[in-house]
């Protein structure tokens, strides 16, 4: 697991740019995520939610949208195509590794609020019918 972790720090360091495509791979060097399609959107109804960075992934049937990205405190999650969610997952680690934030049964909705977490960069897991996406969530 700290070695998986490790390469996933790696591999998002290496991402200078938010709307660039990424892919988490395992130790042994194997793709994990299905296929991703990450999509740049921006609003233009400033004062909307969506007004900022909006992203979304594709995983099976699953397709996630989370924004704004990043945020100073209120994260959305929106989980579509899914029926059953008893066999999902979010968890939110900082950059040393620790667990700051596990929902065993994500929804179709999940609205978090971060706003006392310190500025920085987290990385976010989300595991559906045991496939895994992980995502680079900016607290500014």
Known sequence: MRLLFINLLFLFSLSASADRILYGYDSSGNRTSAIKEIVYSRSQDVDSVHSRQSYRDSLSLARITIYPNPTRGDLRIE?????DFEHSSITIYGLNGAVLYLKDQAEALNELDIT???????????RINGESTTWKIIKE
């Open 79 to 83: 989980i579509t195509g899914v029926n």
């Open 116 to 126: 006392s977490w310190t500025e920085g960069i987290y990385l976010m897991v989300i």
